[in-house]
């Protein structure tokens, strides 16, 4: 009798062992398509097609923004994560859909001949075309659309935002503004209609009539040149460092306002011969008042064994970009050094002081240092 009850029991058990299962496995596949790839998209009014791509046989297309030109079958994603082909055509799947949003000081970007002392609505969403070791914005820029809470935010939304915190200057930042395109060409051009500026911080791989298109409506770009050896760029980045070059070249040829940053990570690209022969590039090919700005690393993502960089490699990097010849060196990330203030490459006097974002002191009058009336390039607000 005993062993009956136990053996019924036993059955008891193991039936609602496998109900439970059974629930599991109907959540699972639940979960699986509310978050497939096409989900994303909600609706049909939601969807923003892709300014540069062509169309293929069978309904695949090839994307044109950036120099990967994914090839893609339809229902498939590009390299970066936000461009999908849906039914023959390439859409946008961040469009309006920003994971961060701040205000934050130009001089974060970091820009220092840009409107000083001014405040930046920035803005980023999911994705990048890169996959560097140290990418400090790994949380979103290297996610898709499902893996982070988003915010709605149109163009004209950003744009009001900024008009209504009196903020001169909307910023596209923290992931890399190329693989949310369509959303930073309608902003910045709804911008300019309302006299606002606009910039974006890039790797700079986009490609070349996307790139002309948008720099009309742009103001200031900053660019990350992360390596100058092209094998290194490669292995530091998965991108390449040719049309990176080509990008500086154009946007100093479109006469946009450009700054470079050049983050110094140990034992990876601080070998100096490589960083005199980034210098003397910037001088040939973008002039001697392009600035510069060695930042210092820290750990992060993928790279977080190797140490900070050290004073003296950025010291002494510094000093080749000076001997050099380039106008205006910074020294980032170190707050209270001297090179990162700006000095009138005339007189050598201090033109502008500056302790990590903050300016205690702008001597710049009229585009000009007021000591010896020498041009200093950049767009001052003034």
């Known amino acids: 009798m005993s062993i009956k009850v136990v053996d019924y029991k036993l059955k008891f058990v193991l039936k609602i062992i496998a109900f439970l299962f059974l629930i599991f496995l109907v959540l699972v596949i639940f979960w699986q398509n509310s978050f497939s790839s096409s989900n994303v998209i909600l609706n049909e009014e939601e969807l923003i097609e892709a300014k540069y791509y062509s169309t293929l046989q069978d309904k695949a297309v090839q994307c044109q923004l950036c120099f990967r030109k994914c090839i893609l079958l339809e229902g498939e994603r590009g390299f970066c994560l936000t461009r999908e082909n849906i039914e023959g055509k390439l859409y946008s799947l961040v469009y309006g859909k920003p994971v961060a949003v701040h205000i934050d000081p130009i001089e974060k970007e970091p820009m220092y001949h840009f409107y000083p002392g001014t405040d930046s609505l920035c803005l980023g969403t999911v994705g990048c075309n890169f996959r560097c070791l140290n990418c400090i914005n790994w949380q979103f820029a290297l996610k898709s659309p499902e893996e982070v809470d988003t915010i709605s935010l149109s163009p004209a939304e950003v ?203 702008n001597n710049i009058k009229q585009g000009k240092c007021k000591f010896c009336g020498c041009n200093i390039p950049g767009d001052w607000g003034q």
């Open 159 to 361: 744009i009001q935002m900024a008009i209504q915190h009196e903020i001169p200057t909307i910023c596209f930042t923290y992931n890399d503004p190329i693989v949310l395109y369509e959303y930073v060409y309608d902003t910045a051009k709804l911008a300019k209609e309302k006299g606002l500026k606009v910039s974006f911080h890039s790797n700079g791989s986009i490609n070349h009539d996307p790139l002309v298109a948008l720099l009309k409506y742009v103001d200031a770009v900053a660019i990350d040149l992360k390596a100058f050896d092209p094998k290194i760029y490669r292995q530091l980045t998965g991108g390449e460092l040719s049309p990176v070059l080509e990008t500086l070249k154009i946007i100093k040829k479109e006469k946009i306002w450009l700054e470079i940053i050049y983050l110094i990570i140990p034992t990876i690209n601080d070998d100096l011969e490589d960083i005199k022969k980034m210098c003397l590039w910037i001088k040939e090919e973008l002039g001697e008042d392009t600035p510069l700005h060695l930042s210092r690393f820290f750990p992060a993502c993928k790279l977080t064994r190797l140490p900070p960089t050290s004073l003296k490699t950025l010291e002494d990097a510094c000093k080749i970009a000076q001997e050099i010849g380039l106008h205006y060196v910074y020294i980032d990330n170190v707050p209270g050094n001297q090179n990162g203030n700006t000095f009138c490459p005339n007189c050598g006097k201090l033109l502008i002081h500056r302790v990590q974002f903050l300016i205690f002191e």
